[in-house]
T-cell receptor, first 111, second 113 residues
């Protein structure tokens, strides 16, 4: 059974600082997704990573995938308050659609 | 910009009653999904649907659950006899192809009393 672990689960940062969220998964996969969820809202897709070594960047967020290590990272550069949210990684290990989500990392960016 | 819509936004029901949650996926998408999220917890996959049939389902998706695409636009999730533990936020999502970005609807909050 595929297990997806995120850490940390809670992260409090100062504005302007950098930090990385980690997503480890237990079985082979080359399909990894990052989502953002604001309180009481739906999920917004951030990144789709489909191959080993994939790196994608959008604004202050950068995601990467190492399929050999079964690890994805979401790096936050110079955090701002607007980035405060819960971030989920999700992994697909089948060709039929099932995604397994991590527990989420709740990020709070303080001034 | 096209978006996934869901109705109702909030459904309150009595235990043992049937509920139908409705979703309208993005029109050119071919893959459809239902997820649930119990308050404060992670998102759990329920079912994926393609070409008018279920392509995969989780262990949560037991005989009490069913999905249907009754016409060219709607995608529904039916819970036959609701239990207290079915109380959750239910999200519908769609994607153009299997590995592609999934677009999520706003969700339906189901409260079972």
């Amino acid at each position: 059974e595929l297990k997806v672990e995120q850490n940390p689960l809670f992260l409090s940062m100062q504005e302007g600082k950098n930090y990385t969220i980690y997503c480890n998964y237990s079985t082979t996969s080359d399909r990894l997704y990052w989502y953002r969820q604001d309180p009481g809202k739906s999920l917004e897709s951030l990144f789709v990573l489909l191959s080993n070594g994939a790196v994608k960047q959008e604004g202050r967020l950068m995601a990467s995938l190492d399929t050999k290590a079964r690890l994805s990272t979401l790096h936050i550069t110079a955090a701002v308050h607007d980035l405060s949210a819960t971030y989920f990684c999700a992994v697909k290990n089948t060709n039929a659609g099932k995604s397994t989500f991590g527990d989420g990392t709740t990020l709070t960016v303080k001034p | 910009e096209p978006e996934v819509t869901q109705t109702p936004s909030h459904q309150v029901t009595q235990m043992g009653q049937e509920v139908i949650l409705r979703c309208v996926p993005i029109s050119n998408h071919l893959y459809f999904y239902w997820y649930r999220q119990i308050l404060g917890q992670k998102v759990e996959f329920l079912v994926s649907f393609y070409n008018n049939e279920i392509s995969e389902k989780s262990e949560i998706f037991d005989d009490q659950f069913s999905v249907e695409r009754p016409d060219g636009s709607n995608f529904t999730l039916k819970i036959r006899s609701t239990k207290l533990e079915d109380s959750a936020m239910y999200f519908c999502a769609s994607s153009e192809s299997l590995p592609d970005t999934q677009y999520f609807g706003p969700g339906t909050r189901l409260t079972v009393l």
